[in-house]
């Protein structure tokens, strides 16, 4: 980060208006702006086919692997792959069950994550250095290392099985999270902490005011991340829960694709209909927050 | 201060660990051998065998208010072995798990995970008189059962009589009992334009996939050898190498392709053939005009003398169990002649007992689609149950895939030096 | 759990000389904040870390409470074992050609798409969702389209025509790990792009206006201004991409039914789950794990020494 710069300019603004001021002023730039756009779309394309293709593949009565396959076909569209997975899990109830896993994590990953992140960043300890390679050295470690371990130790010393808490606990503080608060703790201009403390601020209110306005689209990225991870996590809470009633859509789904999807009239939509069921979910929270990622209040959050 | 930290943080996973190590292990051996109450069991979750579970379930618990047994589902997927590792070392395995593979009851015996049916007075006599002389399969290396074999799927070929008559071929009567029969009718199938693949079994690696395409015609070819007999490995002899030369030109001139199919290939017509079990009659009745046949064996046997893979399921006590009493019983009564013909009804699976055909004459009179599977069901090899199981399926799937599938190499060469490294696995205690 | 102090933050070091007045209590507060995550490390991982190191010393195997089973210390003949086993070279060797292929194209993707997407344009909406549902979706749920595509018989091939590769792209044993690799590149990516975004929004705009005034070109503002300007985020990227692909598991796991062709797409951890979960090799399997965990620590390492430094 060039932070001699930032220190000299202590508001924080999205570079976007200074470009698009420039974009209007002069006109090779309107020509650059398409070959943007040309190679935006390009790539968006690339990125969005295979779901174009799970979804008119969830679509089909029968299968069709050919090229005229990628097109919707009227004569071959039908809801039947839908309706299957609706009739063999409870879909409200998976949804419910995902939605206490997922919020209980995004929760710890909040509150903790966040006083974590600030303290790695900003404040003075000992052992900082010892937390922060522990931090580390925790996302390196593959989880198929840990999970039998973890498991008898979640069941049998802490006695959470079949237990929201026992799904939760695990990824109660995601690491990575912690580490992008870290991160953009740290690019955030010293001088602004300065000037809070010795206008007698707290830490906890220089976090509040400060520090999390400042940070927001890093923040919205780490939920995003946090939200991910549970929602499309499969093993753990399949290990954890046997009673059913509690079990996440991932886990009702990848039993529906891998036990029952096979007797399925068109197993192959039917595979892509669970496809579409869990990724639905997900777009949609992600269409819900990701206006909040345009940035143009940044700089209202510094003044204020 | 940091050194501190560090020791809180050892003293603390030490006491997890203690903690996770000690623990009580409930009632001894003996006292749980007849102690009666309510247990757990664990079904396969598969609709048919659902059903199957909840009906004896409901049976039992409606004469035994003082034993009550509880039926969950658990996944037959992949993740099988993670779940029931898991429960063994966590202490928390049910009573009972219906569908535990024969392979991995080596491995659950070992973790410590398992009951000997042995040890139960009528214990060997009951699996013995249930399932005949099959049931000298199942005995662990220490000469006890730590399974019940329960039902079978015996492995035959399946084709589609229609795609057969549009090649020219004779849909009642198909040559494929010879090797170079089948290799001539697969060659007259592709060549045909009709179907992508003559037969698709899947190429990957996972340690079971040779109980689907090597194993069965091993089986035949051989007269009935298991994958390793007496610690020593077969199937690097003259039959093994047969039956693997036999999928190498089938791999060689593309009648099998080399890369898994998404979905069913025999239910899309893209593979003219397949290699099932008896529950391949309720899934593609409405889709496939089908007709049945054994394996090959390289020079043609009689129908019905030819063996085949058993694709067997067993149920394993476990011993996390405290009312083994209500266990061992619940058991017989699942197995019983009237469950049996229940399972047979509901499942169309085929269960371990003799005599299917005369104990059960009304099912296979209203239902003679079945004949045939319950006749190559008194014919089965298991796997081999011996020490390392699956780590000896592991070693042979990767040499047979890059001597067969991929065509590299020496295949006899290759088995020879995978069979060296087999032989020291299954003389692991 | 070991705990490796790192190289001290250079950044931390000039603060820390520069002083602070409320030291003392910025300690405590510092301990205080810390506390809850330090609480779950523990709680977590610490005794499964210190149980695999042990594992990876002795003939281990899960086992029921209370049964008699011999476990017993080895010293480091797992770890001879998996230096010595082709399979274990073999799927380091894999996930090298992974990390080469998959880690600069992450950056410099990323990176591109995300000034790109900085930039005042229509449809910034549509294009910042484009970019990231695959990242929001599970792998178990695009492997299906992913397979589809790429058969033999798939569309791709189907539109190569003569050009489609024999035999089949996962099935290939060139081919499969790059398309593995791309695949992933394509599934992370979103990710990345959204911390780069984030990163962006920290690059003053006065640094842009002065590349402006002195005349550079878009490639030139691109290389002096925005690439410094967010080197710290580059380094999580390449940080995190390195761990993500390290920990590679579920897409040959999925994409080419474990490990294939011929275990030319196999990966440490696809490894160490076959042995120690499949086949109750959990001694072995811990073994293999640690040694993966000092490799990515070791190139964590050379990354830090290379972006970190200023």
Redesign the interface.
């Known amino acids: ?3 001699a ?2 220190e000299e ?1 202590p508001t ?9 001021s ?2 209007q002023s002069r006109s090779p730039r309107r020509k ?2 398409w070959v ?2 040309g ?3 390009a ?2 394309l690339a ?2 086919f ?2 174009y ?2 979804l008119v ?1 969830s679509l089909q009565e029968d299968p069709n ?3 005229s ?2 097109f919707p076909n009227p004569s071959n569209v039908t809801l039947d792959n839908y309706q299957a997975i609706n009739s063999s899990i409870s879909l409200a109830r998976s949804l419910v069950n995902s939605g206490i896993f997922t919020g209980g994590v995004l929760l710890g990953t909040l ?3 966040l ?2 992140g ?3 960043a900003v ?28 498991y008898v ?1 979640i069941v ?1 010393t802490y006695g959470l099985a079949d237990s929201y808490l026992g799904m939760i ?2 990824f ?2 995601n690491s ?1 999270a ?3 608060f870290r ?2 703790f ?3 201009p ?1 001088d602004l902490f300065e000037a809070a ?1 010795i206008d007698g601020a707290s ?1 906890l209110k220089i976090l509040w005011r400060i520090a999390i306005p400042l940070a927001k ?2 923040i ?2 780490a939920v ?2 946090t ?2 991870g549970p ?2 996590e ?1 093993l753990w809470p399949f290990l954890v829960t046997k009673d059913q009633d509690l079990q996440p859509l ?1 886990v009702s ?2 039993n529906y ?1 891998s036990n029952l999807a096979g007797r399925a009239a068109n197993p ?1 939509g039917a ?2 209909a ?3 069921v ?2 639905a979910p ?2 949609a929270v ?2 819900a927050f ?2 909040h ?3 143009s209040d ?1 700089g209202s959050g510094v003044k204020g | 201060m ?1 050194r501190k ?2 020791t ?3 003293i ?2 030490l006491g ?2 203690l903690s ?2 000690g ?1 009580d ?2 009632p001894s051996a003996e006292e749980a051998a007849t102690a009666n109450g309510p247990i757990d069991i664990w079904y396969s979750n598969n609709a048919e065998e659902v059903a199957w579970g909840e009906a004896m379930v409901d049976a039992w618990n409606a004469e035994h208010p003082d034993e009550q047994v509880t039926g969950q589902e658990i996944p037959a997927g992949t993740s099988s ?2 779940v029931i ?1 898991a429960a ?4 928390n ?1 049910p009573c009972l798990i219906y569908n535990t593979a024969p392979a991995a009851v080596p ?1 659950f015996n ?4 398992l009951v000997s049916l042995s040890e139960f007075d009528d214990g060997a006599s009951y699996i013995e008189t249930r399932t005949g002389d099959r049931s000298a399969q199942y005995l662990s290396t220490d000469g006890e059962y730590y399974q019940m074999p329960w039902k079978t799927n015996p492995s035959m070929i399946f084709y589609n009589k229609d795609i057969f008559s549009a090649a020219g071929l004779d849909a009642e009567n198909p040559p494929l009992s010879t090797y170079d029969e089948f290799l001539a009718t697969s060659q007259t199938l592709v060549d045909s334009g009709e179907v ?1 693949a003559a037969i698709w079994p ?6 079971f996939q040779s109980w689907f395409d090597f194993y069965p015609l091993f089986i035949a070819g051989s007269g009935g050898q298991q994958l390793v007999e007496n610690g020593t490995s077969q199937f690097n002899n003259p039959a093994g190498i047969d039956a693997a030369m036999f999928w190498a030109q089938m791999y060689e001139r593309g009648l099998t ?6 979905g069913d290939s025999f239910a899309d017509g893209v593979a003219a053939m397949s290699i099932v079990g008896p529950w391949a009659i309720a899934v593609y009745d409405d889709a496939v005009n089908w007709g049945v046949v054994p394996v090959p064996t390289p020079d043609g046997v009689s129908p019905d003398e030819v063996s085949s893979f058993s694709d067997e399921k067993s149920i394993g006590m476990f ?2 169990c405290d009312n083994r009493g209500t266990a061992w019983e619940f058991l017989k009564f699942t197995t019983s002649e009237d469950a049996d013909g229940q399972l047979l009804e509901l499942t169309g699976q085929m269960p371990m007992r003799t005599e299917l055909p005369t104990t059960y004459p009304d099912y296979f009179a209203a239902n003679p689609d079945y004949e045939v599977f319950a006749d190559q069901a008194s014919r089965t090899v298991e796997v081999p149950i011996v020490p ?1 199981s ?2 000896i399926w ?1 070693t042979f799937r ?1 040499a047979y ?2 001597a067969v ?2 065509g ?1 190499g020496d295949l006899q060469a290759t088995f020879d030096e995978a069979a060296q490294r087999i032989n020291d696995l299954a003389g692991e205690e | ?6 190289a ?2 250079p ?2 070091n000039e ?2 000389r520069r002083g ?1 007045r ?2 003392a209590g ?6 205080l ?2 506390a ?3 609480i ?13 190191v042990y594992m990876s010393f002795h003939d281990y ?9 011999e476990r017993p210390f080895i010293g480091i003949d797992n770890y001879i074992r998996a230096f010595e086993s082709p ?1 274990v070279r073999q799927s380091f060797g894999n996930v090298a050609i992974f990390l080469v292929l998959n880690v600069p194209l992450t950056v410099v993707l990323s990176l591109v ?1 995300a000034t ?7 449809f ?19 492997v ?6 790429f ?5 791709v091939n ?2 190569l025509g003569p050009l489609a590769p024999q ?2 792209w ?2 290939n ?1 060139t081919l499969a790990m790059p398309l593995i690799a791309i695949y992933v590149t ?1 599934k992370q ?3 990345f792009v ?2 780069y ?13 002065a590349a ?1 005034m002195d005349g550079a070109g ?1 490639l030139r503002t691109f290389m002096s201004v925005t690439v ?6 580059t380094f ?1 990227v390449t ?2 991409a390195t ?1 993500t692909g ?2 590679l ?1 579920t897409e040959p796991y999925l994409l ?8 030319a797409s196999a990966s440490p ?1 696809l490894v ?3 042995e ?7 001694g072995y ?2 073994a293999i ?1 640690i040694l ?2 000092v490799a ?2 070791m190139l ?1 390492g050379i990354q830090r020494l290379v972006l970190g430094r200023k």
Not at chain 1, 12 to 20: A, L
Not at chain 3, 116 to 122: D, F, K, R, S, V
Request: hydrophobic share 50%; charged share 10%; with cysteine.
């Open positions: 980060m060039s932070r710069t930032v300019t924080v603004q999205s570079s976007e208006e200074g470009q698009r420039s974009t650059s702006q943007r756009l190679l935006l779309t790539g968006a990125f969005l295979p779901f293709y799970m593949g692997p050919s090229l396959g990628a509150v903790f994550g006083l974590a600030y303290a790695l404040l003075h300890w000992r052992g900082r250095g010892a937390v922060f390679a522990a931090l580390v050295l925790v996302q390196i470690i593959p989880f198929q290392l840990l999970m039998i371990p973890l130790m049998r606990f695990p109660a503080i990575v912690v580490l992008i991160q953009f740290l690019a955030l010293k403390r830490e689209p890093a919205l990225t995003i991340l939200f991910i929602w499309n499969f991932a789904l990848a694709i192959f595979i892509l669970g496809a579409c869990l990724a997900a777009v992600f269409l990701q206006r990622f345009t940035s940044l | 940091k930290a560090l809180t943080l050892a603390i996973s997890a660990s996770g190590c623990g292990s409930g072995e993670e590792t063994i070392t966590a202490g395995a491995l070992k973790q410590g995970g992508q899947a190429a990957s690696s996972e340690f392709p080399k890369e898994n199919y998404t011993s996390a390392n699956i780590d592991q990767d895939s890059e599938i991929f590299e | 759990m070991t705990v490796t102090a790192p001290a933050d950044q931390t603060r820390s602070s409320h030291k910025r300690q405590r507060i510092g301990a904040f810390i809850p995550y330090v779950f490390l523990v709680a977590i991982f610490a005794y499964p870390v210190g149980l695999a195997f899960f086992a029921a409470p209370g049964a008699i089973v399979a798409l790109a997407l900085n930039a005042a344009i229509p910034r909406t549509f294009f910042r969702v484009s970019y990231y549902v695959p990242y929001i979706t599970a792998s178990v749920a695009v299906g389209v992913w397979l589809f595509l058969s033999g018989g798939g569309l189907n539109l035999p089949s996962f099935v044993s394509w990516l979103g990710f959204l911390l975004l984030a990163a962006l929004q920290n690059v003053p705009k006065e640094l842009y206006e402006s878009r410094p300007g967010v080197r710290s985020a999580l940080l995190l761990i390290a920990n598991f080419t039914g474990g490990g294939g062709p011929n275990g951890v160490m789950y076959q120690g979960i499949q086949q109750g090799n959990a399997a811990a794990g993966l965990i990515v620590l964590a």
